[in-house]
């Protein structure tokens, strides 16, 4: 049963992918989702993609004919707002739940087991199960006997403010930490996803959707740290971001010039100067409060360093 349960979780997670991939890429209801194009962008063979299309197909999100696969069967707002929702089982959907009430204060730092079930009606085992789904998000930690404490939400000036301190000391170590080598195949498809992200037009560009790229940005900088406890601790800070974060008011001037500051330290890793690369994810960092334009210098270090302080 564990196998199964895994299983299913994995097909969850790789159809969720697809549905980042859609929204991320602009597709449109009725636009065709080719299996081998999905296997090479999830990093996977095509068996598990056409599970994961089935899972999608049994939701409605997508549609199969005859005449060709796969093809999306609704429109990617939809897809985008709603689609990972529809996928969730039993304890998925508790888990939602336990994070929007979370996300909105009605229940408090520390709770226990107990609580939940009386909070929520559901047997004890689906409680448990839904704190281990937040846990993976890095969103709870189970402490001492019985209780579980939540992680500080990203959704008030001061959690953003210390969210972005623990980013500036973390980051740049992880890319000068000793053994740093990154994936290029991962690398390579997030190249192409920013770089066709970059090609929508002003008032068209996503900020979930750059959220999504900015997170897999982050968090593959995090997979690439030869310190295990520098990417442990980064890893579950991206997943926390990606799940609690509300903050998508961004400007499109800042989701291009975010993106172009991605492909200038890709660059710099790519060419094995990771002091290079760890300086302008400094910078980078510094910029992302910015609210209005400014320039960016792609791949080039500013003249003088003592702004940065």
């Known amino acids: 049963m564990k196998v199964r349960s895994n299983t299913r979780q994995n097909h969850i997670k790789l159809a969720q992918q697809i549905i980042e991939l859609a929204?991320?890429?602009?597709?449109r209801q009725g636009d065709h989702l080719p299996e081998t194009t999905l296997a090479e962008a999830c990093g996977v063979s095509r068996t598990p993609v056409r599970s994961a299309l089935k899972l999608l197909e049994k939701?409605?999100?997508?549609?199969?004919?005859?005449?060709?696969?796969?093809?999306?069967?609704?429109?990617?707002?939809?897809?985008?707002?709603?689609?990972?929702?529809?996928?969730?089982?039993?304890?998925?959907?508790?888990?939602?739940?336990i994070l929007a009430d979370r996300a909105e204060r009605r229940i408090t730092d520390v709770q226990s087991v107990s609580a939940l079930v009386r909070r929520y009606g559901a047997p004890r085992s689906a409680v448990l199960n839904a704190l281990k789904?937040?846990?993976?998000?890095?969103?709870?930690?189970?402490?001492?006997?019985?209780?579980?404490a939540f992680q500080p939400l990203?959704?008030?000036?001061?959690?953003?403010?210390?969210s972005l301190s623990f980013r500036l000391a973390?980051?740049?170590?992880?890319?000068?930490?000793?053994?740093?080598q990154i994936d290029n195949q991962k690398a390579g498809l997030l190249r192409q996803q920013m770089e066709n992200f970059l090609t929508?037009?002003?008032?068209?560009?996503?900020?979930?959707?750059?959220?999504?790229?900015?997170?897999?940005?982050?968090?593959?900088?995090?997979e690439s740290s030869g310190n295990r406890f520098l990417r442990g601790?980064?890893?579950?800070?991206?997943?926390?971001?990606?799940?609690?974060?509300?903050?998508?008011?961004?400007?499109?001037?800042?989701?291009?010039?975010?993106l172009e500051e991605h492909l200038g330290?890709?660059?710099?890793?790519?060419?094995?100067?990771?002091?290079?690369?760890a300086d302008q994810m400094v910078l980078h960092l510094r910029r992302s409060q910015i609210r209005k334009p400014q320039a960016a210098n792609r791949g080039i270090l500013p003249l003088a360093r003592k702004g940065m302080a």
């Not at 997508?62 to 609704?74: A, H, I, S, T």
């Not at 789904?133 to 579980?148: E, F, M, N």
């Not at 990203?154 to 210390?162: G, H, Q």
């Open 23 to 27: 929204l991320e890429r602009g597709l």
């Open 265 to 277: 330290i890709l660059d710099s890793l790519e060419r094995m100067q990771h002091q290079l690369a």
């Open 170 to 180: 973390m980051e740049p170590q992880a890319i000068l930490a000793p053994g740093f």
């Open 154 to 162: 990203l959704d008030t000036p001061n959690a953003l403010a210390e």
């Open 59 to 97: 939701n409605g999100i997508v549609q199969k004919r005859e005449e060709g696969g796969y093809f999306l069967n609704q429109s990617p707002e939809r897809v985008g707002i709603d689609g990972a929702a529809q996928l969730e089982d039993m304890e998925d959907s508790l888990a939602a739940r």
């Open 200 to 222: 929508h037009s002003d008032g068209t560009m996503s900020a979930m959707a750059f959220m999504h790229i900015d997170c897999a940005f982050h968090s593959l900088i995090a």
């Open 133 to 148: 789904i937040l846990s993976t998000d890095g969103i709870v930690a189970q402490l001492p006997g019985r209780a579980w």
């Open 233 to 258: 601790a980064l890893l579950a800070h991206q997943r926390l971001r990606l799940t609690t974060q509300k903050d998508h008011s961004i400007p499109d001037f800042r989701l291009r010039q975010s």
